[in-house]
Protein backbone atom coordinates (compact mmCIF):
# COMPACT_ATOMS: atom_id res chain seq x y z
CA UNK A 1 0.00 0.00 0.00
CA UNK A 2 1.40 3.44 -0.90
CA UNK A 3 1.66 6.03 1.86
CA UNK A 4 0.78 9.80 1.09
CA UNK A 5 1.20 12.48 3.24
CA UNK A 6 -0.10 16.08 2.81
CA UNK A 7 0.49 19.60 4.57
CA UNK A 8 1.34 17.71 8.00
CA UNK A 9 1.60 19.90 10.43
CA UNK A 10 2.08 19.32 14.47
CA UNK A 11 3.48 21.61 17.62
CA UNK A 12 4.53 20.56 21.00
CA UNK A 13 3.58 23.96 22.95
CA UNK A 14 6.15 26.61 20.91
CA UNK A 15 7.92 24.30 19.42
CA UNK A 16 7.03 22.95 15.79
CA UNK A 17 7.79 19.57 15.40
CA UNK A 18 6.25 19.11 11.54
CA UNK A 19 5.78 22.04 9.71
CA UNK A 20 3.81 21.83 6.23
CA UNK A 21 5.53 18.06 5.65
CA UNK A 22 4.09 16.22 2.23
CA UNK A 23 5.85 13.18 1.02
CA UNK A 24 4.54 10.25 -1.12
CA UNK A 25 6.01 6.76 -0.33
CA UNK A 26 5.11 3.61 -3.06
CA UNK A 27 3.82 0.63 -3.09
CA UNK A 28 5.95 -1.78 -1.55
CA UNK A 29 9.11 0.61 -1.33
CA UNK A 30 11.60 1.09 1.60
CA UNK A 31 11.83 4.39 2.42
CA UNK A 32 14.04 6.26 4.70
CA UNK A 33 12.97 9.13 7.27
CA UNK A 34 16.33 10.91 7.37
CA UNK A 35 17.47 13.61 9.77
CA UNK A 36 19.31 14.73 12.76
CA UNK A 37 17.54 14.98 16.14
CA UNK A 38 14.76 17.19 16.52
CA UNK A 39 13.91 17.11 12.47
CA UNK A 40 10.87 15.78 12.82
CA UNK A 41 11.30 12.45 11.55
CA UNK A 42 10.14 10.18 14.50
CA UNK A 43 7.07 12.67 14.88
CA UNK A 44 5.79 12.04 11.28
CA UNK A 45 6.50 8.13 11.46
CA UNK A 46 3.95 8.26 15.12
CA UNK A 47 1.62 10.20 12.64
CA UNK A 48 1.48 8.05 10.00
CA UNK A 49 0.96 5.09 12.76
CA UNK A 50 -1.78 6.76 14.51
CA UNK A 51 0.42 7.60 17.55
CA UNK A 52 0.26 11.32 17.07
CA UNK A 53 -2.65 13.30 16.02
CA UNK A 54 -1.44 16.35 13.46
CA UNK A 55 -2.92 19.91 14.26
CA UNK A 56 -3.25 19.80 10.34
CA UNK A 57 -2.88 17.60 6.94
CA UNK A 58 -3.82 14.50 5.93
CA UNK A 59 -2.56 10.97 5.97
CA UNK A 60 -3.47 8.67 3.42
CA UNK A 61 -2.32 4.73 3.12
CA UNK A 62 -3.72 3.44 -0.28
CA UNK A 63 -5.78 6.08 -1.18
CA UNK A 64 -7.74 6.15 2.29
CA UNK A 65 -7.50 9.29 4.57
CA UNK A 66 -7.10 7.20 7.93
CA UNK A 67 -5.75 10.74 9.62
CA UNK A 68 -8.83 10.26 12.21
CA UNK A 69 -8.52 6.31 12.49
CA UNK A 70 -7.33 5.12 15.32
CA UNK A 71 -3.87 2.73 15.35
CA UNK A 72 -5.25 -0.43 15.71
CA UNK A 73 -6.86 0.18 12.47
CA UNK A 74 -4.59 1.41 10.27
CA UNK A 75 -2.94 -1.64 9.35
CA UNK A 76 0.70 -1.09 10.56
CA UNK A 77 3.16 -2.51 12.10
CA UNK A 78 5.67 -0.47 14.58
CA UNK A 79 9.32 -1.57 15.80
CA UNK A 80 11.09 0.82 18.44
CA UNK A 81 14.22 1.41 19.23
CA UNK A 82 13.95 -0.24 22.58
CA UNK A 83 12.37 -4.03 21.10
CA UNK A 84 9.20 -3.74 23.71
CA UNK A 85 9.58 -7.27 24.33
CA UNK A 86 7.45 -8.91 26.96
CA UNK A 87 10.06 -9.87 29.39
CA UNK A 88 8.07 -12.77 31.03
CA UNK A 89 7.37 -14.10 27.63
CA UNK A 90 9.08 -16.39 25.17
CA UNK A 91 10.07 -15.76 21.77
CA UNK A 92 7.06 -18.33 20.62
CA UNK A 93 4.74 -16.21 22.95
CA UNK A 94 6.02 -12.46 21.99
CA UNK A 95 5.77 -13.10 18.25
CA UNK A 96 2.21 -14.74 18.43
CA UNK A 97 0.88 -12.28 21.38
CA UNK A 98 -0.77 -10.15 18.49
CA UNK A 99 -2.67 -13.41 17.04
CA UNK A 100 -3.62 -14.45 20.43
CA UNK A 101 -5.30 -10.96 20.87
CA UNK A 102 -7.16 -11.38 17.26
CA UNK A 103 -8.43 -14.64 18.53
CA UNK A 104 -5.93 -16.50 15.84
CA UNK A 105 -6.95 -20.26 16.53
CA UNK A 106 -3.66 -22.45 17.99
CA UNK A 107 -2.64 -24.29 15.27
CA UNK A 108 -2.55 -21.15 12.86
CA UNK A 109 -0.85 -18.97 15.59
CA UNK A 110 1.24 -21.84 15.87
CA UNK A 111 2.18 -22.16 12.19
CA UNK A 112 2.48 -18.24 11.66
CA UNK A 113 4.83 -17.92 14.18
CA UNK A 114 7.42 -20.73 13.34
CA UNK A 115 7.05 -19.27 9.75
CA UNK A 116 8.39 -16.04 11.15
CA UNK A 117 10.90 -16.89 13.12
CA UNK A 118 12.55 -19.26 10.58
CA UNK A 119 11.89 -16.11 7.91
CA UNK A 120 14.20 -13.89 10.83
CA UNK A 121 16.32 -16.57 11.29
CA UNK A 122 15.18 -17.45 15.06
CA UNK A 123 13.90 -21.15 14.56
CA UNK A 124 15.50 -23.22 17.37
CA UNK A 125 15.08 -20.10 19.76
CA UNK A 126 11.10 -20.19 19.97
CA UNK A 127 11.55 -21.14 23.58
CA UNK A 128 14.06 -19.04 25.19
CA UNK A 129 13.37 -15.49 26.77
CA UNK A 130 14.33 -11.73 26.04
CA UNK A 131 16.83 -11.94 28.42
CA UNK A 132 18.69 -14.57 26.91
CA UNK A 133 18.89 -13.39 23.10
CA UNK A 134 21.40 -10.83 21.98
CA UNK A 135 20.41 -7.69 20.91
CA UNK A 136 20.02 -8.36 17.64
CA UNK A 137 18.23 -11.11 17.52
CA UNK A 138 15.98 -9.12 19.85
CA UNK A 139 15.57 -6.68 17.37
CA UNK A 140 14.99 -9.48 14.84
CA UNK A 141 12.14 -10.79 17.13
CA UNK A 142 10.25 -7.21 17.59
CA UNK A 143 10.68 -7.22 13.71
CA UNK A 144 8.99 -10.83 13.42
CA UNK A 145 6.22 -9.58 16.51
CA UNK A 146 5.74 -6.83 14.05
CA UNK A 147 4.87 -8.37 10.91
CA UNK A 148 2.88 -11.46 12.65
CA UNK A 149 -0.51 -9.69 12.25
CA UNK A 150 0.26 -9.05 8.47
CA UNK A 151 0.42 -5.28 8.52
CA UNK A 152 -0.03 -3.50 5.15
CA UNK A 153 2.63 -0.77 6.33
CA UNK A 154 5.89 -1.49 8.42
CA UNK A 155 7.06 1.20 10.53
CA UNK A 156 10.23 1.13 12.29
CA UNK A 157 11.87 3.83 14.46
CA UNK A 158 15.41 3.88 14.46
CA UNK A 159 15.30 0.12 14.99
CA UNK A 160 19.39 -0.68 15.20
CA UNK A 161 19.84 2.65 17.31
CA UNK A 162 21.04 0.79 20.81
CA UNK A 163 22.94 -1.98 18.76
CA UNK A 164 26.79 -2.22 18.13
CA UNK A 165 28.43 -1.07 14.83
CA UNK A 166 28.80 -4.51 13.48
CA UNK A 167 25.34 -6.01 14.62
CA UNK A 168 24.06 -3.19 13.05
CA UNK A 169 25.47 -3.27 9.51
CA UNK A 170 24.51 -6.85 9.93
CA UNK A 171 20.66 -6.27 10.26
CA UNK A 172 20.62 -3.39 7.84
CA UNK A 173 21.57 -6.36 5.04
CA UNK A 174 19.08 -8.59 6.91
CA UNK A 175 16.29 -6.35 6.67
CA UNK A 176 17.02 -5.22 2.99
CA UNK A 177 16.72 -8.80 1.79
CA UNK A 178 13.95 -9.18 4.31
CA UNK A 179 12.13 -6.90 2.52
CA UNK A 180 13.01 -8.14 -1.05
CA UNK A 181 11.04 -11.01 -0.19
CA UNK A 182 8.38 -10.20 1.61
CA UNK A 183 7.56 -6.63 -0.67
CA UNK A 184 5.43 -4.81 2.58
CA UNK A 185 5.31 -0.86 2.39
CA UNK A 186 7.96 0.03 4.48
CA UNK A 187 9.30 3.45 6.37
CA UNK A 188 12.49 3.48 8.40
CA UNK A 189 13.47 5.98 10.69
CA UNK A 190 17.10 6.91 11.29
CA UNK A 191 20.02 9.51 11.61
CA UNK A 192 23.14 7.13 10.06
CA UNK A 193 23.22 8.68 6.63
CA UNK A 194 25.20 5.68 5.34
CA UNK A 195 22.59 3.10 7.09
CA UNK A 196 20.24 5.29 4.85
CA UNK A 197 22.14 4.92 1.94
CA UNK A 198 22.35 0.75 2.41
CA UNK A 199 19.18 0.30 3.38
CA UNK A 200 16.22 2.45 1.50
CA UNK A 201 15.46 2.50 -2.35
CA UNK A 202 14.01 6.19 -1.29
CA UNK A 203 15.25 9.05 1.42
CA UNK A 204 14.04 11.64 2.59
CA UNK A 205 15.97 14.22 4.08
CA UNK A 206 14.29 16.24 6.97
CA UNK A 207 15.50 19.19 9.06
CA UNK A 208 13.56 20.87 11.49
CA UNK A 209 10.55 20.22 10.76
CA UNK A 210 10.31 20.16 7.12
CA UNK A 211 11.20 17.98 4.08
CA UNK A 212 14.53 19.55 2.53
CA UNK A 213 14.72 16.91 -0.33
CA UNK A 214 13.81 13.55 -1.25
CA UNK A 215 15.15 10.76 -3.79
CA UNK A 216 17.07 8.27 -3.89
CA UNK A 217 20.94 7.74 -1.84
CA UNK A 218 22.36 8.73 -5.38
CA UNK A 219 20.45 11.81 -6.25
CA UNK A 220 20.96 13.34 -3.26
CA UNK A 221 24.62 12.71 -3.00
CA UNK A 222 25.49 14.08 -6.91
CA UNK A 223 22.72 16.26 -7.10
CA UNK A 224 21.59 18.55 -3.47
CA UNK A 225 18.79 20.73 -3.56
CA UNK A 226 20.56 23.32 -0.84
CA UNK A 227 23.83 23.77 1.88
CA UNK A 228 21.97 21.42 4.45
CA UNK A 229 21.21 18.15 2.23
CA UNK A 230 25.16 18.82 0.54
CA UNK A 231 26.31 18.60 4.34
CA UNK A 232 24.50 15.91 5.81
CA UNK A 233 24.15 13.34 2.85
CA UNK A 234 28.00 12.26 2.62
CA UNK A 235 31.33 13.94 3.46
CA UNK A 236 32.13 17.48 2.35
CA UNK A 237 34.40 20.09 2.99
CA UNK A 238 33.32 23.40 3.00
CA UNK A 239 35.94 26.19 1.60
CA UNK A 240 34.62 29.60 1.80
CA UNK A 241 30.63 29.50 -0.61
CA UNK A 242 31.77 26.09 -2.39
CA UNK A 243 31.53 22.38 -0.89
CA UNK A 244 33.72 20.52 -2.15
CA UNK A 245 33.55 16.06 -1.62
CA UNK A 246 36.78 14.56 -0.03
CA UNK A 247 36.71 12.25 -3.00
CA UNK A 248 36.92 15.46 -5.10
CA UNK A 249 40.23 16.72 -3.36
CA UNK A 250 43.33 15.94 -5.50
CA UNK A 251 46.48 15.95 -3.29
CA UNK A 252 49.60 17.31 -5.30
CA UNK A 253 53.23 18.12 -4.46
CA UNK A 254 53.73 21.25 -6.70
CA UNK A 255 52.21 24.38 -6.25
CA UNK A 256 50.01 26.24 -9.27
CA UNK A 257 47.86 28.88 -9.33
CA UNK A 258 45.04 26.17 -9.21
CA UNK A 259 46.11 24.74 -5.72
CA UNK A 260 46.36 25.36 -1.56
CA UNK A 261 48.89 25.06 0.43
CA UNK A 262 47.92 22.74 3.28
CA UNK A 263 49.87 21.27 6.08
CA UNK A 264 49.09 17.42 6.70
CA UNK A 265 47.75 17.30 10.12
CA UNK A 266 46.69 13.47 10.34
CA UNK A 267 46.30 10.29 8.45
CA UNK A 268 44.00 7.63 9.06
CA UNK A 269 43.78 4.08 7.55
CA UNK A 270 40.51 3.04 6.75
CA UNK A 271 40.32 -0.04 5.17
CA UNK A 272 41.28 0.49 1.59
CA UNK A 273 40.82 4.01 1.62
CA UNK A 274 42.77 6.47 3.50
CA UNK A 275 41.76 10.16 5.09
CA UNK A 276 44.35 12.95 5.14
CA UNK A 277 43.55 15.89 7.35
CA UNK A 278 45.12 19.29 6.68
CA UNK A 279 45.19 22.48 8.27
CA UNK A 280 45.19 25.24 5.16
CA UNK A 281 46.88 28.80 6.03
CA UNK A 282 43.93 30.40 7.42
CA UNK A 283 43.14 27.91 9.70
CA UNK A 284 40.13 25.89 7.84
CA UNK A 285 40.27 22.20 8.51
CA UNK A 286 39.75 19.63 5.42
CA UNK A 287 40.21 16.38 4.25
CA UNK A 288 41.46 14.13 1.23
CA UNK A 289 40.10 10.56 0.43
CA UNK A 290 42.97 8.61 -1.16
CA UNK A 291 43.64 5.29 -1.87
CA UNK A 292 46.57 3.41 -0.16
CA UNK A 293 48.25 3.33 -3.75
CA UNK A 294 47.86 7.25 -3.95
CA UNK A 295 49.19 7.79 -0.61
CA UNK A 296 52.17 5.28 -1.00
CA UNK A 297 53.26 7.52 -4.56
CA UNK A 298 52.81 10.78 -2.52
CA UNK A 299 54.76 9.51 0.37
CA UNK A 300 53.05 12.07 2.71
CA UNK A 301 53.97 12.06 6.42
CA UNK A 302 52.09 14.10 9.27
CA UNK A 303 53.70 17.63 9.66
CA UNK A 304 54.38 17.97 5.55
CA UNK A 305 53.35 20.60 3.48
CA UNK A 306 51.32 19.31 0.24
CA UNK A 307 48.81 21.57 -2.23
CA UNK A 308 45.52 20.89 -2.45
CA UNK A 309 42.99 21.24 -6.03
CA UNK A 310 39.50 21.13 -5.50
CA UNK A 311 38.46 18.87 -8.83
CA UNK A 312 34.72 19.62 -8.28
CA UNK A 313 33.08 22.16 -6.33
CA UNK A 314 29.29 23.45 -5.64
CA UNK A 315 28.04 26.39 -4.52
CA UNK A 316 24.68 27.57 -3.27
CA UNK A 317 24.92 31.21 -3.27
CA UNK A 318 23.63 31.55 -7.04
CA UNK A 319 27.37 33.04 -8.49
CA UNK A 320 29.83 31.09 -10.14
CA UNK A 321 32.31 30.38 -7.33
CA UNK A 322 35.18 31.16 -9.38
CA UNK A 323 37.04 32.51 -6.25
CA UNK A 324 37.43 28.85 -5.12
CA UNK A 325 40.91 27.70 -5.44
CA UNK A 326 40.92 25.37 -8.52
CA UNK A 327 37.52 25.35 -9.81
CA UNK A 328 36.40 26.98 -12.13
CA UNK A 329 34.14 26.18 -15.42
CA UNK A 330 30.66 25.78 -14.30
CA UNK A 331 29.37 22.40 -15.13
CA UNK A 332 25.57 23.33 -15.03
CA UNK A 333 23.19 23.97 -12.05
CA UNK A 334 20.29 22.70 -10.81
CA UNK A 335 16.68 24.07 -9.17
CA UNK A 336 16.85 27.26 -11.45
CA UNK A 337 20.02 28.16 -10.56
CA UNK A 338 20.44 27.99 -6.94
CA UNK A 339 23.61 25.82 -6.97
CA UNK A 340 26.17 25.48 -9.16
CA UNK A 341 28.69 23.10 -9.92
CA UNK A 342 32.19 23.64 -10.89
CA UNK A 343 35.67 21.38 -12.05
CA UNK A 344 39.28 22.40 -11.85
CA UNK A 345 39.92 23.07 -15.36
Avoid: C
Amino acid sequence: MGISVEGASKRFGDFRALDDVSIEVPDGSLTALLGPSGSGKSTLLRAIAGLETLDGGTVLIDGEDVSKKPTQKREVGFVFQHYAAFKHMTVFENVGFGLKIRKWKKPQISDRVHELLRLVQLDGLADRYPSQLSGGQRQRMALARALAVEPQVLLLDEPFGALDAKVRKDLRTWLRRLHDEMHVTTIFVTHDQEEAMDVAGQLVVMNEGRVEQSGSANELYEDPSNEFVMSFVGEVNRLGDDFVRPHDMDVVLDADERTQEGLVQRIVALGFEIRVEFVLADGTEVWAQLTRAELQRLELREGQIAYLRPVQARSFNGSAPSDTPGASTPLGSQDGGDAEVSAAV
